[in-house]
């Protein structure tokens, strides 16, 4: 049986996007993509001056502009890419609860995020967070200033790798994600100089290079199996100093998508998301794809 694709939908722009992009996937991975649109129908409310009940009316345009925007727009995405199998659904929920829901045993959750303008990235709205920190299923962001098909299919996916905890399925993603598309695979790491450089211990040129080369090493170590798994996929190493987020943020200019991980918690107060991570999704210029891992 073939997997499902979760696009929620809402009418914006940067939802459109989402869909579009999902719809690409999903002819990719020959799965098939299920868009949802969450939206509760709460009817108008008349009192008349005269204080006599007047019933609602039984058509309320909002309500059947949400039951179209599915429909019309699977119409619309079945028509642009032949091949596709498409559905999609109005249901009557809050968002965050109807898109956990339609996502789980689902490949992927695609969302539009709110673009902050031409250069400064995206941020992603209170759904989207809501979601990026409870969702077990990977999740999608999609800028609608992302551009045409085209603009993208070639470039490489960058990941953003943590070596303390190396997850085994946000790296495999990554070379999926690379060996779908043909295209190289940028692993970014970051990592810290030692404590003792803060209290004054010396650094020189020498003790610096040995470190990056040891940080290097480590990379390359994690990497190697999966590199043998998907050889067709080159693969770029970069070990840097410090957080990778800018980085990252820096990669993403030139790259078809960006795979972060985000690791499950099950405390129900603080950050859910990881500083890297956070800093990827506010101002990278491609797509973003959040891995979550245990």
């Given at each position: 049986?073939?997997s499902?694709?979760?696009?929620?939908?809402?009418?914006?722009?940067?939802?459109?996007?989402a869909?579009?992009?999902?719809?690409?996937?999903?002819?990719?991975?020959d799965?098939?993509?299920?868009?949802v649109?969450?939206?509760?129908?709460?009817?108008?409310?008349?009192?008349?001056?005269?204080?006599?009940?007047?019933p609602?009316?039984?058509?309320?345009?909002?309500r059947?502009?949400?039951?179209?925007l599915?429909?019309?727009?699977?119409?619309?995405?079945?028509?642009?890419?032949?091949?596709?199998?498409?559905?999609?659904?109005r249901?009557?929920e809050?968002?965050?609860?109807?898109?956990l829901?339609?996502?789980?045993?689902?490949?992927?959750?695609?969302?539009?995020?709110?673009?902050?303008?031409?250069v400064?990235?995206f941020?992603t709205?209170?759904?989207?967070?809501?979601l990026?920190?409870?969702s077990?299923?990977?999740?999608?962001?999609?800028?609608?200033?992302?551009?045409?098909?085209?603009s993208?299919?070639?470039?490489?996916?960058?990941?953003?790798?943590?070596?303390e905890?190396?997850?085994?399925?946000?790296?495999?993603?990554?070379?999926?994600?690379?060996?779908?598309?043909?295209?190289?695979?940028?692993v970014?790491?970051?990592?810290?100089?030692?404590?003792?450089?803060?209290?004054?211990?010396a650094?020189?040129?020498?003790?610096?290079?040995?470190?990056?080369?040891?940080?290097?090493?480590?990379?390359?170590?994690?990497?190697?199996?999966?590199?043998?798994?998907?050889?067709?996929?080159g693969?770029?190493?970069?070990?840097?100093?410090?957080?990778a987020?800018r980085?990252?943020?820096?990669?993403?200019?030139?790259?078809?998508?960006?795979?972060?991980g985000?690791?499950?918690?099950?405390?129900?107060?603080?950050?859910h998301?990881?500083?890297?991570?956070q800093?990827?999704?506010?101002?990278?210029?491609?797509?973003?794809?959040?891995?979550?891992h245990?």
């Amino acid at each position: 049986m073939s997997s499902t694709i979760v696009a929620g939908l809402d009418g914006s722009p940067e939802s459109l996007a989402a869909a579009e992009w999902a719809a690409r996937e999903a002819l990719r991975t020959d799965a098939r993509l299920h868009l949802v649109h969450a939206w509760l129908w709460h009817p108008y409310v008349y009192g008349p001056p005269a204080g006599v009940s007047v019933p609602p009316p039984s058509e309320d345009p909002r309500r059947e502009g949400a039951e179209r925007l599915p429909r019309e727009t699977a119409a619309e995405l079945a028509a642009d890419h032949p091949g596709l199998s498409v559905s999609g659904e109005r249901v009557a929920e809050q968002p965050v609860p109807a898109l956990l829901a339609a996502a789980e045993g689902a490949e992927l959750l695609v969302l539009g995020s709110r673009g902050l303008g031409g250069v400064a990235g995206f941020l992603t709205g209170s759904v989207a967070q809501s979601l990026v920190a409870r969702s077990r299923t990977p999740i999608v962001l999609v800028r609608a200033e992302a551009g045409p098909a085209e603009s993208t299919e070639r470039e490489e996916v960058v990941l953003g790798l943590d070596l303390e905890h190396p997850d085994a399925s946000v790296i495999a993603f990554a070379f999926r994600a690379a060996a779908r598309r043909a295209t190289d695979l940028h692993v970014v790491h970051g990592w810290s100089l030692p404590p003792y450089y803060g209290y004054g211990g010396a650094s020189d040129a020498e003790t610096d290079r040995q470190l990056l080369a040891q940080a290097q090493q480590q990379l390359s170590e994690v990497l190697a199996p999966w590199q043998e798994k998907f050889p067709a996929v080159g693969l770029r190493e970069q070990a840097v100093i410090g957080g990778a987020g800018r980085h990252l943020v820096e990669a993403a200019r030139k790259a078809a998508l960006v795979v972060v991980g985000r690791r499950n918690r099950t405390s129900p107060v603080g950050s859910h998301v990881g500083p890297v991570t956070q800093a990827v999704l506010h101002h990278s210029t491609a797509p973003v794809a959040v891995v979550p891992h245990d």
